[in-house]
């Protein structure tokens, strides 16, 4: 062996000795949560909750930082092209790492983030007026064709949103107009800027006595809406959901990924989130990181699919 391979080698032996203490030791600094819309929402609640465990077990700073924007795509960007150190880490709905990373001008790439694991499903639901014509999505469907009926929602482009139209085109039935809003809920229908909105539940949880829940966008029936409904129930093409994970930049180390996810798994295990489930409809569950991978390519495909069959690139 000449001296020189023999310098290289020892280098070698003495850099990986130096490199598996830093993972051992993570978190050395302090780690910022990165929710990518304004404070309040159930996935913000939650994410500090897991940021106060973090802190408290693993003995660095933990701070959750609210950066709305682009429909989460400033956030979503921020944690894309942040160092792949676990320093750095997305609360994230569904559609940033799927529709965010689809098309030629997306700001966020394919393979940017990878998942720690899931640990929500919105509940997201589809109402009416309690004194609607029609009790069922198949109900509203069949009276579309011969009335207008306007829909609410918070965009078109957004999962639930696509997901509410295609159910109706699959019954047969059309919405004759459809408007985003800022805020949809008990006074969008009250007020008649609405006949059906799709919104989250916890909007509506003021006036659920006064309407009608045609079916939740949810991966089973929530606590709240029992009766209710899936999408997938009645269709089992649309089985997709609103859900929200934590999600780092790609190449993060997997012993970094495992200390996040065992200290989300135990917030999310606890009986103060399980309560939270309980009261705003919420399915609050971890789904751990190789069926999260899984989970984010099934339903990326399934967006594909639906976008195109909706028209939308």
Same mark, same amino acid.
């Given at each position: 062996? !000449? ?12 850099? *990986? ?5 830093? %993972? ?28 106060? +465990?973090?802190?408290? +077990? ?5 701070? #959750?930082? @609210?950066?709305?924007?682009?429909? *989460? ?5 921020? #944690? ?13 709905v569904l559609d ?65 949103? %696509? ?18 809003f800022d805020a949809?809920? &008990?006074?969008?229908?009250? @007020?008649?800027?609405?006949? #059906?909105?799709? !919104?989250?539940?916890?909007? #509506?949880?003021? &006036?659920? @006595? ?22 997938? +129930? ?7 959901? %609103? ?69 939308? +690139?």
């Amino acid at each position: 062996m !000449t001296k020189l391979a023999l310098l290289a080698g020892v280098a070698a032996v003495a850099l *990986g000795a130096m490199a598996a203490p830093v %993972l051992a030791d993570y978190p050395q600094k302090p780690v910022t949560f990165i929710v990518p819309w304004p404070p309040g929402d159930l996935e913000d609640l939650l994410t500090r909750m897991i940021a106060e +465990e973090f802190q408290k +077990e693993l003995g660095a700073p933990a701070a #959750v930082v @609210n950066m709305p924007g682009g429909g *989460g795509v400033v956030g979503g960007v921020k #944690v894309a092209t942040a160092a792949p150190d676990g320093y750095t880490v997305g609360s994230f709905v569904l559609d940033i790492p799927t529709i965010k990373t689809m098309g030629a001008e997306a700001a966020i790439a394919p393979d940017a983030l990878e998942p720690v694991g899931i640990f929500l499903t919105y509940p997201f639901l589809i109402a009416t007026s309690k004194d609607a014509p029609y009790k069922t999505m198949q109900e509203l469907a069949d009276y579309s064709k011969a009335n207008n009926v306007r829909l609410g929602h918070f965009g078109y482009g957004l999962p639930p949103t %696509l997901l509410t139209f295609s159910a109706m085109k699959e019954l047969g039935g059309a919405f004759a107009a459809e408007a985003a809003f800022d805020a949809v809920d &008990c006074s969008t229908l009250a @007020n008649g800027d609405a006949d #059906v909105i799709n !919104t989250t539940a916890q909007l #509506v949880l003021s &006036c659920m @006595n006064e309407i009608t829940v045609l079916a939740t966008v949810t991966g089973a029936r929530t606590a709240i809406t029992p009766d209710a409904p899936t999408l997938a +129930e009645i269709s089992p093409d649309l089985d997709l959901s %609103l859900w929200n994970g934590l999600f780092v930049p790609k190449g993060t180390p997997q012993e970094v990924k495992d200390k996040i996810a065992s200290v989300a798994q135990k917030v999310i295990a606890s009986d103060a989130a399980q309560e939270i489930a309980k009261t705003t409809g919420a399915l609050v569950y971890w789904e751990p990181q190789d069926k999260a991978v899984a989970q984010v390519a099934t339903d990326k495909d399934k967006l594909v699919a639906i976008r195109k069959a909706m028209g939308v +690139e």
